[in-house]
């Protein structure tokens, strides 16, 4: 195992997409800021702990969890290096000393075995290709009796089949749980700065009008003073390393 990304994924988390996540760095930490409460109470991180934040982005999880840890310590880790410019950056500019960054394919890096207390994500571990083996790994750094904590995307309607699925992608954690929880977020400075980062996750230039007009009109009615706020569901998932 290498902390390299596979080249494909490598040439897009490095390239426009993590262009694109670092220049949208408020948006992308104001999405599912909502729901940190409910995760961060489910991680159950105390003074001391060691936490791995899989996905971490531009850091905004990671900070929080490292003053949750201290004097324990976190690291961050996310595949897009432009990111974690950011965080890096934001981290020392709130004077945060108990957290480092890594950049690196979080399924492929080689994580000391047992080193973590806490691994969390929002989102980051199910959007890992493989979830089943990538989550095998991410285990094999949790020390026996340490938890995983993690949001993920929640289908539409009544897909009672996907907690299932999360709980088979699970197989071999303890006291797995999965519980449906509803996030409000803010998307945006405004809503046309909203559609942007909604339509353009690989930007190639700017969008033209007669994409934007039609998502603006339907995010109208969302906006809440200048930005636009929007409920979604996720499924916040709890597990133990036996």
Do not use: K
């Given at each position: 195992?290498?902390?390299?990304?596979?080249?494909?994924?490598?040439?897009?988390?490095?390239?426009?997409?993590?262009?694109?996540?670092?220049?949208?760095?408020a948006?992308y930490?104001?999405?599912?800021?909502?729901?940190?409460?409910?995760?961060?109470?489910?991680?159950?991180?105390?003074?001391?702990?060691?936490?791995?934040?899989?996905?971490?982005?531009?850091?905004?999880?990671?900070?929080?969890?490292?003053?949750?840890?201290?004097?324990?310590?976190v690291?961050?880790?996310?595949?897009?290096?432009?990111?974690?410019?950011?965080?890096?950056?934001?981290?020392?500019?709130?004077?945060?000393?108990?957290?480092?960054?890594?950049?690196?394919?979080?399924?492929?890096?080689?994580?000391?075995?047992?080193?973590?207390?806490?691994?969390?994500?929002?989102?980051?571990?199910?959007?890992?290709?493989?979830?089943?083996?990538?989550?095998?790994?991410?285990?094999?750094?949790?020390?026996?009796?340490?938890?995983?904590?993690?949001?993920?995307?929640?289908?539409?309607?009544?897909?009672?089949?996907?907690?299932?699925?999360?709980?088979?992608t699970?197989?071999?954690?303890?006291?797995?749980?999965?519980?449906?929880?509803?996030?409000e977020s803010?998307?945006?400075?405004?809503?046309?700065?909203?559609?942007?980062?909604?339509?353009?996750?690989?930007?190639?230039?700017?969008?033209?009008?007669?994409?934007?007009?039609?998502?603006?009109?339907?995010l109208?009615?969302?906006?809440?003073g200048?930005?636009?706020?929007?409920?979604?569901?996720l499924?916040?998932?709890?597990?133990?390393?036996?």
């Amino acid at each position: 195992m290498t902390g390299v990304a596979a080249p494909r994924r490598a040439e897009s988390w490095n390239g426009p997409v993590g262009a694109h996540r670092a220049a949208h760095r408020a948006g992308y930490d104001a999405r599912p800021a909502g729901v940190d409460d409910a995760l961060f109470g489910a991680a159950a991180i105390v003074p001391g702990d060691r936490v791995l934040v899989v996905g971490c982005g531009a850091g905004a999880t990671t900070r929080f969890a490292a003053r949750l840890a201290a004097p324990g310590h976190v690291v961050g880790v996310d595949a897009c290096a432009p990111p974690l410019e950011r965080a890096r950056a934001g981290t020392a500019a709130e004077g945060i000393e108990n957290v480092c960054y890594v950049c690196a394919d979080a399924q492929a890096h080689s994580f000391p075995a047992g080193g973590y207390d806490v691994v969390v994500g929002r989102g980051g571990p199910m959007s890992l290709a493989g979830h089943a083996a990538a989550l095998r790994d991410v285990a094999r750094a949790l020390r026996p009796g340490g938890r995983l904590a993690f949001v993920c995307p929640r289908p539409p309607g009544p897909h009672r089949e996907e907690p299932e699925r999360v709980r088979e992608t699970l197989a071999g954690f303890a006291e797995v749980r999965v519980v449906p929880v509803t996030m409000e977020s803010s998307r945006g400075r405004d809503v046309p700065d909203a559609v942007e980062l909604l339509l353009s996750p690989l930007p190639g230039g700017a969008l033209p009008a007669s994409r934007l007009a039609g998502p603006e009109e339907v995010l109208l009615p969302f906006a809440a003073g200048r930005r636009a706020r929007t409920r979604t569901g996720l499924l916040l998932v709890t597990a133990v390393r036996p």
